[in-house]
């Protein structure tokens, strides 16, 4: 169960982190991005795919992973689940994936009526990047530990 979801993850990180490599490779990231079609592309995968690993990781491979591990209760809430992956140094700090769920919704909802805030948005997306691949990689470390 917990490699089909690593699978689908590691799908959509992959695709984040292309599209990521291209946007970093550009001088400037200012509103002038959305004039131009083939950046604006490159922009909407990005944040299509930081959405899906978000929403992925959150919304599965964190339960599965606890339940693999043994420590999942289906009486959980996303603050019990982000405590105990704090707790197994899993996550650095419980509050900052809930940070990580605001910026999701604000790529979502802001997009594309206020380029300014998209951007900004974007850029903080850019940032915090490392810190889910590095979540994603203590999941696989732990997990192949356990096993």
């Known amino acids: 169960m917990i490699n089909d979801i690593l699978e689908k993850v590691n799908l959509h990180r992959k695709r984040a982190k292309s599209a990521l490599t291209e946007i970093t490779a550009w001088s400037y990231l200012g509103c002038d991005v959305f004039e131009d079609f083939e950046k604006i592309k490159t922009i909407d995968t990005f944040i299509y795919r930081f959405i899906k690993l978000q929403d992925m ?12 591990i043994g420590e999942y209760k289906d009486s959980m809430s996303l603050v019990d689940i982000l405590d105990k992956l704090e707790k197994f140094e899993i996550i650095e700090d419980a509050l900052k994936w809930m940070e990580y769920r605001k910026l999701r919704n604000k790529l979502t909802h802001e997009y594309p009526n206020n380029e300014q805030d998209i ?23 732990y997990n ?3 096993r």
């Open 57 to 68: 990781m959150g919304e599965k491979l964190f339960k599965v992973f606890l339940d693999e």
């Open 144 to 146: 192949t530990k356990v």
């Open 119 to 141: 951007l900004e948005g974007i850029q903080l997306a850019i940032q915090v990047f490392d810190d889910i691949e590095r979540i994603l990689e203590n999941i696989v470390t």
